[in-house]
């Protein structure tokens, strides 16, 4: 054999064997069959695993500086936690009346996956496994947008999917061919009456959906354009922070730093002010601080009486942003926080984790997460569902 031939024979081989890791096919980036299973490790104090038990939930948290989602539930008193492999993901909303996922991956070009439980697998005569379906969550279409959006929150209107393009200083309709529509935006980022879009001026980052964008309110860092940009280590930020009626799209709340992941909840307007580690809900024009938690706030969700709200580390580089958090004390987690007493009511912290983004639920019975197990992938399984799956 001469030596280009074994060259090419020794290339055909090394082709023949990439993309075979189902990770890489469905999150359509390489490097994810090398996610590192330390940054998964995880330390549950108090009742957590109780409270997930007690609520009958599935609870999915995007982790985006290491790249995952992560899905948490409790099955006959034992913890399961499953991931998904993902670029940057950020914001997330579940469809629970249609049982359906999106997820915002924000590199460049924003991405938007879709995912559905699995309800049965095809009968195949080239399959032996006796492996049987189950609700795992499975990626179903993934949309492409101009990575300018720079989509954060991601939210629900009827069955339209609607984000915050904070680079556009507008909350935009996402289309699935890949189109979007300007929708909302406050009144401080118009001249003229037009928007301003050309840059990102206020951090416009979250949504508290309502029945519709005119009942629903939006967190931003700033409630005017300054040559200072949320990007920049000089921005202000201390009680910079404000909340927007989609109504008047002028402030309905100030003094926060910061503010992330609105909610509404029994017509009240629930908050992270992420820059003081506290979340709390709107009152009188003001933040009622419900509880604090050791870290950055972001990430939050509303099941029954319990409030789930995730800390993220402090970067050092943008510790200017958090005046009220300990920087060398800061967690990476999700904390259960009663809603009327603040107690918190138990904790999971990942040691060697950094940031977490988003937080939403679904019932455990219509899902119990991604097809990727921790700690120890059962590849054979996954290998039947991904060949043979229906939703």
């Given amino acids: 054999m001469t030596r280009a031939m074994a060259e090419f024979d020794e290339m055909r081989a090394r082709h023949a064997a990439e993309w075979r890791d189902h990770a890489q096919v469905c999150s359509q980036w ?12 995880w330390r549950g104090r108090g009742g957590w695993w109780e409270t997930l038990t007690s609520l009958g939930i599935t609870l999915f ?3 985006e500086y290491e790249h995952l989602v992560v899905a948490m539930r409790a099955e006959g008193g034992k913890p399961r936690v499953s991931f998904f492999p993902m670029p940057h993901p950020s914001g997330m909303v579940v469809d629970r009346a249609r049982s359906r996922l999106f997820i915002a991956s924000t590199r460049n070009p924003n991405q938007v996956f879709g ?3 699995v309800r049965g697998l095809l009968r ?3 399959t032996t496994s006796d492996v049987e379906a189950d609700t795992t969550m ?27 393009a904070v680079g556009h200083n507008a909350v935009v ?22 928007l301003v879009r050309s840059s990102n001026f206020i951090q416009l980052n979250s949504i508290a959906a309502g029945s519709t964008l005119q009942k629903s309110f939006f967190t931003a860092s700033s409630d005017h354009m300054a040559r200072r940009r949320p990007g920049h280590l000089n921005f202000p930020v201390d009680r910079r922070g404000v909340i927007f009626s989609g109504r008047t799209r002028e402030p309905i709340c100030t003094g926060l730093t910061r503010p992330h992941s609105a909610r509404l909840a029994e017509g009240k307007v629930w908050v992270a002010n992420s820059g003081y580690g506290e979340v709390g809900f709107v009152s009188d024009g003001r933040l009622e601080v419900v509880s604090r938690i050791p870290g950055w706030t972001r990430g939050l969700c509303i099941v029954n ?3 789930f709200v995730a800390a993220s580390r402090v970067i050092p580089r943008f510790s200017c942003y958090a005046p009220g958090v300990d920087v060398a004390s800061s967690v990476c987690g999700v904390f259960a926080i009663g809603r009327e007493t603040g107690a918190i009511l138990g904790s999971l912290e990942w040691p060697r984790g950094n940031q977490v983004f988003a937080l939403d639920w679904i019932e455990q019975s219509a899902s119990g997460g991604f097809p990727f197990e921790w700690p120890r992938r059962r590849h054979g399984r996954e290998k039947q569902v991904f060949y043979s799956y229906l939703t």
Avoid: M, Q, T
């Fill in 173 to 194: 309709r996402l289309g699935a061919d890949g189109k979007f529509e300007y929708r909302w935006w406050p009144k401080c980022v118009a001249e003229s009456g037009r």
């Fill in 61 to 63: 948290v995007s982790r």
């Fill in 30 to 41: 390489r490097e994810a069959a090398c996610v590192d299973p330390k940054l998964l490790h």
């Fill in 124 to 126: 195949r005569s080239d």
């Fill in 138 to 164: 499975i990626p179903v279409c993934s949309r492409y947008y101009p990575g300018s959006l720079y989509l954060h929150d991601l939210a629900l209107f009827g069955p339209d999917l609607y984000g915050n």
């Fill in 305 to 307: 009486d319990v409030i």
């Fill in 115 to 117: 995912f559905r439980p």
